[in-house]
């Protein structure tokens, strides 16, 4: 097994996000406003991208991460976390001093194994539900 964490383009992980966050939307859905000014990172596994995120400078040296998403094959196998702990890193390393995200309730357990912890009340994005969590670097 080969992993790389390397930049990669909005082209490349546009197809990894609408499989994995929101199939049932058109593939315009999962694009934001912001990407062609974000930071976009992949996991490649054996030269394959298989898990996606991506970093948005935010007000007060913090930073936003937005569409995490790792194939479904893929998950629970600790790619994605790799992923993760990469941009936490690159985050610190590059003087942000807060990392945060909106993250569905469902994957609360995850983020929180990595100190994230919720900073709001519940909100829902079409039918799902998420809180924002953030974590001091």
Same mark, same amino acid.
Not at 31 to 59: A, C, R, W
Not at 66 to 94: C, P, W
Not at 105 to 133: H, P, Q, V
């Given at each position: 097994?080969?992993?790389?964490?390397?930049?990669?383009?909005?082209? @490349?992980? +546009?197809?990894?996000?609408?499989? $994995? !966050?929101?199939?049932?939307?058109?593939?315009?859905?999962?694009? $934001?406003? @912001?990407?062609?000014?974000?930071?976009?990172?992949?996991?490649?596994?054996?030269?394959?991208? $298989?898990? $996606?995120?991506?970093?948005?400078?935010?007000?007060?040296?913090?930073? =936003?991460?937005?569409?995490?998403?790792?194939?479904?094959?893929?998950?629970?196998?600790? +790619?994605?976390?790799?992923?993760? @702990?990469?941009?936490?890193?690159?985050?610190?390393?590059?003087?942000?001093?807060?990392?945060?995200?909106?993250? =569905?309730?469902?994957? !609360?357990?995850?983020? @929180?194994?990595?100190?994230?912890?919720?900073?709001?009340?519940?909100?829902?994005?079409?039918?799902?539900?998420?809180?924002?969590?953030?974590?001091? +670097?």
């Amino acid at each position: 097994m080969t992993t790389e964490i390397r930049s990669v383009t909005i082209g @490349e992980i +546009l197809g990894i996000r609408h499989q $994995v !966050l929101w199939a049932q939307k058109s593939p315009d859905f999962v694009k $934001v406003p @912001e990407d062609e000014s974000g930071l976009h990172f992949g996991m490649f596994y054996n030269q394959e991208l $298989v898990s $996606v995120i991506s970093l948005f400078p935010d007000t007060d040296e913090g930073v =936003r991460f937005r569409k995490f998403a790792t194939m479904a094959a893929f998950q629970n196998k600790g +790619l994605g976390s790799k992923l993760l @702990e990469f941009v936490i890193s690159y985050s610190r390393d590059h003087q942000h001093n807060r990392i945060w995200c909106d993250a =569905r309730t469902n994957a !609360l357990g995850f983020y @929180e194994r990595f100190g994230f912890s919720k900073f709001s009340d519940s909100f829902m994005k079409e039918e799902i539900e998420y809180y924002k969590i953030a974590k001091n +670097l």
